[in-house]
């Protein structure tokens, strides 16, 4: 290298470019601090340290600034160069951006380097040994000054947009840095906005996003506004470390400690960077951590597109969560430390079931979720607890083997449309409990037993943890969980007193509903007879389903139509894959709607589901379901529909359900017995559990 005496600049010795603009830039030392609070006194580093956070910084391909100071006055110029390799007693360094022809620069003098690193300042006191237009080699000395360079860390961003909204108007932006306190934006000197328009004594709200997609909005106030070169920075503060992403509920998922605790990894979504943190306490519903007040990087509010949980070595878990709060504490040891909740918004189905099932381990060591079941010891506590009666055996005898083949498909594959809960000790069945995602926003709960003699015993631990397990579930965009169903015979105590009892003492069909229906069992005629000319069976169209609407609501006014997902506003939205979820399991699950007129009239709404047999035992599943909106309708016609339906189904004999029950009873068609179809709206999940806790 041709070491010269000459430092080449395009800056003048006021420290102005060529355009006369004060380049403010690169005179700035270090950014002041977002607090305000004095920063901890110097520390001294040796030069191995030295050396090797200078290789670091080569190895990162950052730069070091280089100082110059004026021999008569204060004034000083400051230049970004490039280290190279360093060995220990020189530095040679290179001019990030070479510049062009300078004066003499005779009246200043080299005046040390410097360079951040994010959590220190360090400050080299060195010699020039030589300078020329392509760079500097300075001589190094035994030790430097390292200055903790602010209290909080500021974390660099790149390619994150910053938009300003305030009365109306937009500005845009870059978000240059942040730390847990603050945001530092940069407002684009190409704003439509002009930025005189811009009141930093009023609240505006500060939206990111980075790809078109949004990773944080909320309100903020401007603390400091400057102005660099021809743009301007401010730093703006959020009004609260606290949001609600869902509606505050009375009733809250509970958050257990884990040992040992789970690590969590992502991507910070405003960095890029990786973070590694250790969780505090986790539930269904969500977690919270801890970070080091310094270098704490999660705000409230925050998107977390992508993050990892990992439990030891057994497995891991991806989810999308937001932070909903951050809060400052002090350590038993006396350090600062910040508490942030997260929580989850979406995760794959069967990754939040073994979450789910850890936690309620922790809890209660003899309640699982889908773990192993031997099949025949579950075929034994159905028989033993009186769930599969004689009636009910008389029923599935003759299609034994395809039930055992439809349970071992249902017990033993993952799936995200099929979960079964049970209470074990010493290995042995005491109660179990199953559900299936059945419609496209329903879940059906069924199967419910119990081997106990008290009034309800282990059945109520069962009716806990489902309704744990779908708090913490429902939330989430995967589980498809906006309704809870289930079907019961009045006579049966327990789902009339809890299930039944709940809904009557909630008093509100919008948020929990119970419907009759008339239910038995019809043959299928093998010589079908036409309708008569009047009458049309036909695919049903979005105008029939509203008349069933209207009926319905006069009638009931319930949660029914919903859940059974035979809403007209459904039937020309987007098809979900439900079907062929059921498919992958080796299982099959479709639904047709039919409607009945007479002269164009609508006078029934027939929905026939199809499934394999027995995929619930009362085959409530896999049964034509009639929904007369005029009970004068002869019953002689739903007979004659009954048998042009037979087409969809292999067995002799179907099941039928039939709405509303006064229709059965007045149409002089016997029936086998009552089902009533209880439905549960997730929103009110507080009226569910305040209720069934007091009928306990």
Request: charged share 25%; net charge neutral.
């Amino acid at each position: 290298m041709d070491y010269l005496r000459n430092l080449t600049a395009s800056t003048d010795t006021e420290g102005r470019e060529k355009d006369g603009s004060t380049n403010l830039a690169r005179r700035r030392l270090i950014d002041t601090d977002f607090e305000t609070d004095p920063l901890p006194e110097p520390t001294t580093i040796g030069k191995n340290r030295l050396v090797n956070t200078l290789n670091l910084r080569h190895f990162r391909n950052e730069t070091i600034r280089m100082q110059f100071q004026h021999v008569r006055d204060e004034r000083k110029l400051y230049f970004d160069a490039i280290p190279q390799p360093c060995f220990g007693k020189y530095l040679l360094c290179l001019w990030q951006n070479p510049p062009g022809p300078l004066p003499h620069l005779d009246n200043y003098r080299f005046d040390g380097l410097s360079f951040s690193n994010g959590i220190e300042f360090i400050r080299i006191d060195g010699s020039c040994r030589a300078i020329s237009a392509k760079g500097i080699c300075v001589r190094l000395p035994e030790k430097a000054v390292s200055q903790s360079s602010r209290l909080w860390i500021r974390h660099s961003c790149q390619s994150v947009h910053a938009r300003l909204l305030q009365n109306g108007i937009m500005f845009n932006g870059m978000l240059k840095d942040f730390n847990a306190s603050a945001f530092c934006v940069s407002l684009s000197p190409a704003n439509d906005a002009p930025k005189k328009w811009l009141n930093s004594e009023q609240n505006l709200t500060l939206i990111l996003s980075a790809n078109d997609v949004i990773l944080y909005s909320g309100e903020c106030r401007v603390t400091r506004n400057t102005r660099q070169r021809n743009e301007n920075q401010l730093v703006i503060k959020p009004l609260s470390h606290l949001i609600q992403r869902f509606t505050p509920r009375i009733y809250r998922s509970k958050r257990v400690p884990v040992s040992p605790p789970p690590d969590i990894a992502l991507r910070h979504p405003l960095t890029g960077g990786l973070v590694n943190l250790k969780a505090i306490d986790i539930s269904g519903s969500g977690m919270s951590v801890e970070e080091n007040q310094q270098s704490a990087m999660l705000v409230a509010g925050l998107l977390l597109p992508e993050m990892h949980i990992y439990f030891a070595s057994a497995f891991k878990i991806r989810c999308k969560a937001q932070v909903v709060y951050t809060r400052n504490f002090t350590t038993a040891h006396g350090g600062e430390k910040i508490q942030c909740g997260i929580v989850f918004l979406d995760m794959e189905p069967n990754d939040h079931m073994r979450l789910l099932s850890m936690i309620h381990q922790v809890e209660n060591q003899h309640l699982y979720i889908c773990n192993p079941v031997d099949i025949d010891s579950l075929w034994a506590f159905f028989f033993e607890t009186g769930f599969i009666y004689p009636k009910k055996y008389a029923f599935i005898r003759q299609f034994k083997e395809e039930v055992k083949k439809t349970y071992e498909k249902l017990y033993t594959c993952q799936s995200s449309v099929a979960r079964h809960f049970t209470w074990q000790q010493n290995g042995t069945i005491i109660a179990h409990l199953a559900m299936l995602r059945f419609y496209e926003k329903t879940w059906l709960i069924q199967h419910l037993a119990s081997k106990t003699e008290k009034r309800f015993g282990t059945g109520t631990d069962m009716v806990d943890q489902i309704g744990a397990f779908t708090h913490d579930t429902h939330r989430l965009a995967s589980s498809h969980m906006s309704y809870l169903i289930c079907y019961y015979r009045p006579e049966n105590r327990f789902p009339a007193h809890f299930f039944g009892g709940v809904a009557e003492k909630i008093n509100n069909p919008r948020a929990c509903s119970v419907d009759d229906f008339a239910y038995f069992h019809t043959r299928l005629e093998k010589n079908e007879k036409p309708l008569a000319t009047e009458w049309e069976l036909s695919r049903a169209e979005p105008g029939d389903l509203y008349e069933l609407r209207d009926f319905y609501d006069q009638h009931s006014g319930g949660l029914m139509l919903r859940a059974l997902d035979l809403i007209p506003e459904n039937m020309d939205g987007p098809k979900g894959d439900l079907s062929d979820l059921y498919q992958e399991m080796g299982l099959w699950r479709e639904r047709r709607v039919f409607t009945l007129k007479q002269d164009a009239q609508v006078k029934v709404v027939i929905m026939a589901n199809v499934a394999d047999f027995a995929l619930n035992l009362s085959d409530l599943t896999n049964c034509i379901n009639f929904f007369v909106i005029d009970e004068q309708t002869p019953y002689e016609i739903l007979q004659q529909s009954i048998s042009m339906l037979g087409q969809y189904y292999s067995a002799a004999k179907v099941p039928v359900l039939v709405y509303p029950l006064s229709y059965a009873r007045n149409s002089g068609r016997s029936f086998d017995r009552v089902y009533r179809l209880w439905a549960l709206d997730m929103q009110y999940t507080d009226e569910f559990f305040k209720n069934y806790n007091a009928l306990k």
